[in-house]
Every structure is written in C-alpha cells, then in structure tokens.
Nanobody, 124 residues
C-alpha cells in the first residue's frame, strides 16, 4: 500500500522559512510526479507546487512564486517544499501527493495518493 508521509510543518513568524519533506513508501514504482497542495480553514484545497518524476518540469502557483521552491531528493520518491518569506496567509494544512503518471500537474485529480497533511502556521 502506497503511503506518503509529510514532515517539517510547524509554527513560524512572518518572514520566516520552513522546509516540508514528503516521502513515498510501500511501492516499487520510482517515477512518481509529486505535488504540494494546501487547505486553509474555511477554504478549498489549492495547488501549491508540482515537479515531474525527472525533476525537469516544475511549477509553482503564481501567488507563491519567488517564495516557494519545489525539489526532489536524491531518492526519486522524495520531494521537498522550501517556503521562504512566509506570510500569515500561508497558514494552512499542506498535503503531499503522488502521481504514477510521472507528469507534473496542477490538478488534484491527477494524483492517486495523498499524505495526511502537515500544519503550517505563520503568525504576524
């Protein structure tokens, strides 16, 4: 059974940084595309960033460009989200997702497997 585990969430003051990690386990597949999404209280889940299985294609949501960076680990089934210059409006539960198709996608329906989410809280 495929499992995704996110780590690295927490509380930080505005202007600070956090690095989220996501690891896929329980699968012999090693060509997952990875995505990050977030859901703030009372809002729908939204796209944050995605990276293809090769790492050659990356996309970051416009509102986070220049502040958030997505990357892959040395092992293919890991991904990171570096978040800098955090703002209170970045407060949300952040979810990692994996797509066996291997293609970077901004769409939630492209992903078959999801993590449980990790809380990020940014105080002003």
């Amino acid at each position: 059974q495929v499992q995704l585990v996110e780590t690295g969430g927490g509380s930080v003051q505005a202007g600070g940084s956090l690095r989220l990690s996501c690891a896929v386990s329980g699968s012999t597949v090693n060509n997952y595309a990875m995505g990050w999404f977030r859901q703030a209280p009372g809002k729908e889940r939204e796209f944050v960033a995605t990276i293809s299985w090769t790492g050659g294609s990356k996309y970051v949501a416009d509102s986070m460009k220049g502040r958030f960076t997505i990357s892959r680990g040395d092992t293919k089934n890991t991904a990171y989200l570096q978040m800098d210059s955090l703002k209170p409006e970045d407060t949300a539960v952040y979810y990692c997702a994996a797509s066996v198709a291997g293609l970077a996608s901004i769409y939630q329906q492209s992903y078959e497997s999801w993590g449980q989410g990790t809380q990020v809280t940014v105080s002003s």
